[in-house]
């Protein structure tokens, strides 16, 4: 079972510009979530604080550096991009099941704490992610194994004609 | 225009760090958790802390849990058209905008949110 590791060299793969777009993004989603809130409310407006703008910037990217990658190698790269940028969309599916965990923190503390609501509701998002992550990895990990086990007993047993 | 600007600062600062986190980190369904960090929210619960107190902040917080979810079942339809439909990662994420729309607004309504 592969472990989580610190990669720093991917940050060579990136180019300028995408660092400035996500930049713009972030900023940019922001500030859309602030004009929402003003215009149409504060329920309305925090359902952006949830918006997948940034995830859009971010799996695009992954798929370019993976076709780009592919490429420098005599190869096409599309179909592994898209698989690279599936992989990203499962973690932030987990990830977004953080998310909601910080929202329920942050809303049930915010009243009695302010810095301890932001720091256990930060605290609730890498716990539940985290965790959202290592069982899924536990199961797929056990059902491939059990695969495996199944196809070698399989083959070994004995065919009836 | 100064708030808007200091928005956009904040925003696009923690919104970085968070996506630079995600770069970093392997594998890339791990890093893809750092793909629905709380960087907007972060900043926007924050700024709406110190410009409307903490009751608006609460109630963004509580409207916040049904956009989680549609982000859930959002990632679950990128991933479906980038796998199955076989769409490229521009398209699939744009086009998957408006389910995350849909459930969010209609989680919205069914919790009884203002709309």
């Known amino acids: 079972?592969?472990?989580?590791?610190?990669?720093?060299?991917?940050?060579?793969?990136?180019?300028?510009?995408?660092?400035?777009?996500?930049?713009?993004?972030?900023?940019?989603?922001?500030?859309?979530?602030?004009?929402?809130?003003?215009?149409?409310?504060?329920?309305?407006?925090?359902?952006?604080?949830?918006?997948?703008?940034?995830?859009?910037?971010?799996?695009?990217?992954?798929?370019?550096?993976?076709?780009?990658?592919?490429?420098?190698?005599?190869?096409?790269?599309?179909?592994?991009?898209?698989?690279?940028?599936?992989?990203?969309?499962?973690?932030?599916a987990l990830g977004a099941l953080g998310l909601l965990a910080f929202a329920i923190v942050f809303a049930l503390t915010v009243k009695a704490s302010i810095s301890g609501a932001f720091i256990g509701a930060s605290l609730a998002w890498l716990a539940v992610s985290v965790a959202a992550w290592y069982v899924r990895r536990k199961t797929r990990w056990a059902r491939r194994r059990a695969g495996t086990a199944e196809r070698v007993g399989g083959s070994a047993l004995p065919r009836s004609h | 225009m100064s708030e808007y600007v200091i928005r956009f600062l904040v925003g696009g600062v923690v919104v970085s760090a968070f996506a630079m986190l995600g770069d970093v980190l392997r594998p890339k369904s791990f890093a893809g958790l750092f793909g629905a960090?709380?960087?907007?929210?972060l900043a926007t619960l924050a700024i709406a802390i110190y410009?409307?107190?903490?009751?608006?902040?609460?109630?963004?917080?509580?409207?916040?849990?049904?956009?989680?979810?549609?982000?859930?079942?959002?990632?679950?339809?990128?991933?479906?058209?980038?796998?199955?439909?076989?769409?490229?990662?521009?398209?699939?994420?744009?086009?998957?905008?408006?389910?995350?729309?849909?459930?969010?607004?209609?989680?919205?309504?069914?919790?009884?949110?203002?709309?």
């Open chain 2, 51 to 115: 410009q409307h107190g903490t009751d608006y902040a609460a109630v963004q917080s509580q409207a916040m849990m049904a956009g989680a979810l549609a982000l859930a079942i959002y990632s679950v339809v990128v991933c479906q058209l980038l796998v199955r439909a076989r769409l490229r990662a521009l398209p699939a994420t744009l086009l998957s905008l408006v389910v995350w729309l849909v459930v969010a607004v209609g989680l919205l309504k069914l919790a009884g949110g203002a709309t």
């Open chain 2, 37 to 41: 960090a709380p960087s907007v929210a």
């Open chain 1, 1 to 92: 079972m592969t472990s989580v590791r610190i990669s720093p060299s991917s940050l060579r793969e990136g180019r300028w510009y995408e660092y400035v777009v996500r930049f713009a993004l972030g900023g940019g989603a922001t500030v859309f979530a602030g004009l929402v809130s003003s215009h149409f409310g504060a329920s309305v407006g925090g359902l952006f604080l949830a918006l997948p703008a940034i995830f859009c910037a971010s799996a695009t990217l992954i798929e370019t550096h993976e076709i780009r990658r592919k490429r420098k190698a005599g190869l096409a790269g599309e179909r592994r991009g898209q698989e690279a940028a599936a992989l990203d969309a499962v973690g932030a």
